[in-house]
């Protein structure tokens, strides 16, 4: 299966309606994962915040959303992070966290973004690593999971 002829994506600003892509970030974070809402919730999402795109991939034919993520300027440690990589239970194995990432960095480099950093889930931090990123540090907790920070320069 190709997924990118598969699936079709949309970027949202925060100031476009982000229901379907706070919904799927709910539904594996909030509901599978049982991290609190107020962690993934929050000032980012915020409609003004113009520093945060949404990424929603959905399937063209039935309409299905099946994944998202979002791109943020993080001003107190001025760098541009990817969070809240989000891919429904019965959606995953399929490819779509190959797609989210190849679409984040693409639209970073759009956007002339020199460094990308994430806050990985440690279980999936392959997925990173596979998409060039290096690990910095090491690992820590956070809503007790652990997580490790990674980068990646866009620009060489």
């Known amino acids: 299966m190709n997924t990118s002829e598969t699936f079709e994506h949309k970027w949202l600003k925060n100031s476009d309606d982000i229901s379907a892509c706070s919904e799927i970030r709910k539904k594996v974070f909030v509901e599978e994962q049982g991290v609190s809402e107020s962690i993934v919730f929050d000032h980012y999402d915020n409609p003004d915040n113009k ?3 949404n990424l929603l991939i959905y399937d063209p034919k039935s ?3 099946v994944a998202s993520a979002r791109i943020v300027f993080k001003k107190d440690v001025d760098r541009w992070y990817v969070q ?3 891919v429904l239970k019965e959606e995953r194995r399929k490819g779509l966290g190959d797609l989210l990432m190849d ?3 693409a639209k970073s480099k759009e956007l002339f973004i020199e ?3 994430v806050s990985s889930q440690f279980r999936i ?3 990173y690593l596979k998409h060039g990123f290096e690990q910095v540090g090491e690992t820590y907790l956070e809503a007790a999971i652990l997580h490790i920070t990674l980068k990646k320069k866009l620009f060489l």
């Open 84 to 86: 809240r990589v989000s």
């Open 115 to 117: 460094w990308l950093y």
């Open 63 to 65: 309409l299905k959303l």
């Open 103 to 105: 679409l984040v960095e």
């Open 125 to 127: 931090k392959d997925l």
């Open 51 to 53: 520093e945060t795109l």
